[in-house]
């Protein structure tokens, strides 16, 4: 194990995470093996399967998960295997029109996991038997939990109720706790990096590198309006004070989230909920980003942006939208270079994980500290 006292060293005298944490890949097995595993984690998004009957395949920590929509409406994470000879169950996002049936020997699972249908399980056309009580094979449920159209799994099963786990962030946001609207395809947004998981969020969480990097962006939406945010229920991040919603030529609005408190006018808000989604609202849309690592040194960054109201995803602000959209995938592009860049920093057997601007750093150090905590538990 490596020794990582000095990473939750106050800020002043402490360096970042070692270059194992990113580089490594017995590192990356541990991570997977202890941060992950204990701490709520996101796999997909539930507009993904917006209807009763849509399932999505995804694999996390190595293991096959279906994410699937009952007809209640409620959102199911299963290991994705069948019971019986141990099948894949579903290999791509589609629409069932009936229980989820393995292509194997089409025993059929409802869509809360039950086991309903053994065909020929007592022999030819004897669809029972004594010793295959359906009530005993479900599938293998994973714990599971949606906020704000982010679905979390808690794999290893003993973290806290995600409600207590987040209790911080959902109070700080309450106010954003509306339905969210998502227009499909014009409001996706992906990229593949080649660096580590950490990385992305690492740079999600800090505002000091916005005029070298994003300077558009820092043309009106200055280092010096943007404020630091830790918690050390687990996430950190930025605001701002100077967010200006999109108005158009013609003087159109994307309709806002109702009764928000005068902080929105102009606030916006930039978090990064440990470990691997990076959230953002403002008064008139929302994102949300997943981070799914693919390795040590890469990662698919899902973006995934919403509206505040069912019109704003009409046809009407499809122009809007397109907008949106291409400012934000500008903003994150211009990130890619520099996770990228850090990633190929790690190589260097000299770097000995930095050292932070006390003032500027603060949100990356306490990631590196959350991230230091979570590794020191034993797999
Ligand atoms: S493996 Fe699924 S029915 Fe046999
Ligand atoms: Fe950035």
């Given amino acids: 194990m490596l020794d990582l006292r000095n990473v939750m060293s106050p800020i002043e005298t402490a360096n970042g995470l070692p270059n194992d944490c990113y580089v490594s890949g017995d590192m990356f097995d541990h991570e997977q093996a202890t941060l992950f595993r204990n701490s709520w984690a996101a796999i997909g998004f539930g507009k993904d399967i917006a209807r009763p009957g849509m399932v999505k395949p995804v694999t996390f920590l190595g293991i096959p998960m279906l994410m699937v929509r009952n007809n209640k409406g409620e959102v199911n994470v299963f290991q994705n295997v069948c019971r019986h000879r141990g099948m894949i169950l579903i290999d791509r996002p589609q629409q069932l029109r009936g229980p989820i049936t393995c292509p194997y020997h089409a025993w059929a699972y409802d869509l809360d996991g039950e086991l309903r249908r053994t065909p020929h399980v007592g022999g030819p056309d004897i669809n029972e038997h004594e010793s295959v009580k359906h009530c005993d094979f479900p599938l293998v449920n994973v714990r599971s939990h949606v906020w704000r159209d982010v679905i979390f799994v808690n794999v290893g099963g003993t973290a806290p109720a995600f409600e207590d786990a987040a209790s911080t962030l959902m109070e700080r946001w309450q106010e954003f706790d509306q339905p969210l609207y998502h227009a499909g395809t014009d409001s996706s947004i992906s990229f593949t990096l080649d660096c580590n998981w950490k990385l992305a969020v690492e740079n999600y969480c800090e505002a000091y590198h916005l005029p070298f990097v994003h300077p558009a962006l820092n043309s009106y939406s200055r280092l010096e309006d943007h404020y630091n945010i830790m918690d050390a229920s687990g996430f950190a991040g930025q605001g701002t004070t100077v967010y200006q919603p999109q108005i158009t030529a013609d003087g159109r609005r994307f309709p806002q989230f109702k009764d928000l408190s005068s902080q929105w006018d102009k606030g916006a808000e930039y978090i990064a909920l440990f470990p691997n989604v990076l959230l953002g609202v403002h008064n008139d849309h929302a994102f949300a980003i997943l981070l ?9 960054e899902q973006v995934e942006i919403y509206y505040a109201d069912e019109a ?45 601007s006390a003032v500027m750093d603060a949100p990356t150090h306490h990631f590196h500290h959350w991230v230091a905590g979570a590794l020191s538990v034993e797999a």
Avoid: C, H
């Fill in 292 to 300: 799914l690592p693919d390795g040590q040194g890469r990662t698919s």
């Fill in 312 to 356: 704003a995803i009409g046809e009407d602000f499809a122009d809007m939208r397109a907008t949106n959209t291409e400012m934000w995938r500008t903003v994150f592009a211009e990130d890619v270079g520099v996770v990228e860049g850090m990633q190929r920093g790690r190589k260097a057997s000299g770097y000995d994980g930095g050292k932070f």
